[in-house]
């Protein structure tokens, strides 16, 4: 199982005519794990489980939510390949509520090396925005951690993940770029089921029409649990 906390304080400027730069809050929680807790035959599955609230105006106005599951097989002990399920609410201050779902199938590789572990997770989601459209946007990260020599329990932390649309809908936006996510902070491995992070993660989204961006910089802090 796996515990992510993430806290990002939020507070939005205008920096010129296309961009608008801010910060924010979020809580993260993230569980995974094996389903041989369940039966020993269910080695090989796992679960992954996974809740945002997120939060503006200086944690006084909730304004997103998410709420994820996916079942996963292990093709070995790198290679896992997941189906799963979000569900995104969202109420922006002074607009509708507005409910999205996605599914998706995911793939992830786990590549250890002498300098640091990297892994791949791959997402391609079909979003459910409102009537009968349907976005389709993969997503790819890539993440690597390095223990450092002085302190194997300290780790480096690093991952982007880019974001695109491969088709244009009414609600979700023309095709093409919509956003990419860099993340860089320092881990703590208090053992092989218990780690935290904390860094620094850089958002930047683009606008349904490609015309104006945002760019949000974030505090992030994270606990992992992993069964």
């Not at 809580?27 to 039966?39: A, F």
């Not at 002498?114 to 791949?120: D, E, Q, Y």
Request: proline content about 4%.
């Amino acid at each position: 199982m796996c515990l992510n906390i993430i806290f990002l304080p939020f507070a939005a400027k205008a920096v010129d005519g296309n961009l608008v730069e801010d910060d924010g809050s979020w809580l993260q929680m993230v569980g995974e794990g094996s389903l041989k807790i369940l039966d020993p035959k269910l080695e090989k599955t796992r679960i992954w489980l996974e809740g945002q609230s997120r939060y503006d105006g200086d944690f006084s106005h909730w304004y997103q939510g998410m709420a994820r599951v996916a079942i996963g097989y292990s093709l070995s002990d790198r290679a896992t390949v997941w189906a799963g399920y979000t569900w995104l609410p969202t109420e922006n201050i002074g607009k509708s509520f507005v409910s999205q779902q996605d599914v998706w199938p995911g793939f992830r590789y786990v590549l250890p090396t002498s300098l640091g572990t990297f892994s791949f997770r791959t997402l391609i989601e079909s979003n459910f925005l409102q009537d009968d459209n349907v976005r389709v946007r993969p997503r790819q990260m890539i993440r690597f951690m390095h223990p450092m020599g002085f302190e194997p329990r300290l780790n480096l932390i690093a991952w982007d993940e880019f974001f695109v649309r491969l088709n244009s809908t009414p609600y979700g936006g023309q095709s093409g770029f919509d956003q990419n996510r860099a993340f860089a902070g320092l881990g703590w491995t208090f053992n092989k089921n218990v780690r935290t992070e904390l860094g620094y993660m850089n958002q930047y989204l683009d606008d349904a029409s490609h015309t104006n961006n945002t760019m949000r910089n974030l505090v992030m802090g994270s606990v992992f649990i992993n069964f």
